[in-house]
């Protein structure tokens, strides 16, 4: 089955204990991101992969770090979590398909800083 | 810098009913595409529509349809015969392929179908 993981689904943690989250896709996808849900402010960009090796930053990259070492996985970092962290979370794939980049998404982290 | 803008953060319709959603963007650049994302109460976020910003022709889905206007940056979401399982949480989205390659997404209307 075709589908984007992530893991944890549900994580409390104290404010500085470096946590992971990871993502991973079975699509065989080069372009892969990472998003923060917040009420009122829908979904914002953290970073993005076009390829293994390759990323950028979206809209809200302070606090966290992502790294592609490979092409199935896409792990968000968070080196010293802090309260304003507390969020949910979406990792998605993307295919390039007639130029199109149709993305699927994970099923959501909800993150609780403390 | 692009935004999204979706002015309408609740709405509300009848079952068998149409309603539209709106959504407006900014952007200085051609070549993009605009999508409609749906998020029922399970939280899972699903692709809706899609559009290609060089297409003049309005993207159709079943009973999903935009009224895409480009000069006026535009990219609205008409349901028409809503049903209760439309009632979720609706997201207007811009991508760039210019240079960068962001989702930009907007702040979403909550749609609840009555029965």
């Known amino acids: 089955e075709a589908q984007v993981t992530q893991n944890p689904r549900y994580l409390i943690t104290v404010t500085g204990k470096k946590l992971t989250v990871t993502c991973s896709q079975n699509m065989n996808h080069e372009y892969m991101s990472w998003y923060r849900q917040d009420p009122g402010l829908g979904l914002r960009q953290i970073y993005y992969?076009?390829?293994?090796?390759?990323?950028d930053k979206g809209d809200v990259p302070e606090g966290y770090k992502v790294s592609r070492k490979e092409k199935r996985n896409f792990p968000l970092i968070l080196e010293s979590p802090s309260p304003n962290q507390t969020s949910l979370y979406f990792c998605?794939?993307?295919?390039?398909?007639?130029?199109?980049?149709?993305?699927?998404f994970g099923p959501g982290t909800r993150l609780t800083v403390t | 810098a692009q935004t999204v803008t979706q002015s309408q953060p609740e709405m509300s319709v009848q079952e068998a009913e149409t309603v539209t959603l709106s959504c407006t963007y900014d952007?200085?650049?051609?070549?993009?595409?605009l999508f409609w994302y749906k998020q029922p109460p399970s939280r899972q976020m699903i692709l809706v529509i899609r559009?290609?910003?060089?297409?003049?022709q309005n993207a159709t889905e079943n009973r999903f349809s935009v009224n895409f206007q480009k000069a006026a940056k535009s990219f609205s979401l008409k349901i028409s015969d809503s049903q209760l399982g439309d009632t979720a949480m609706y997201f207007c989205?811009?991508?760039?392929?210019?240079?960068?390659?962001?989702?930009?997404f907007g702040t979403g209307t909550r749609l609840k179908v009555l029965a």
């Open positions: 559009q290609e910003a060089y297409k003049q």
């Open positions: 989205a811009f991508f760039t392929t210019s240079g960068t390659y962001k989702y930009i």
């Open positions: 992969s076009m390829n293994v090796e390759v990323t």
């Open positions: 998605a794939s993307s295919f390039r398909s007639g130029g199109w980049y149709e993305q699927y």
């Open positions: 952007t200085s650049e051609n070549n993009y595409y």
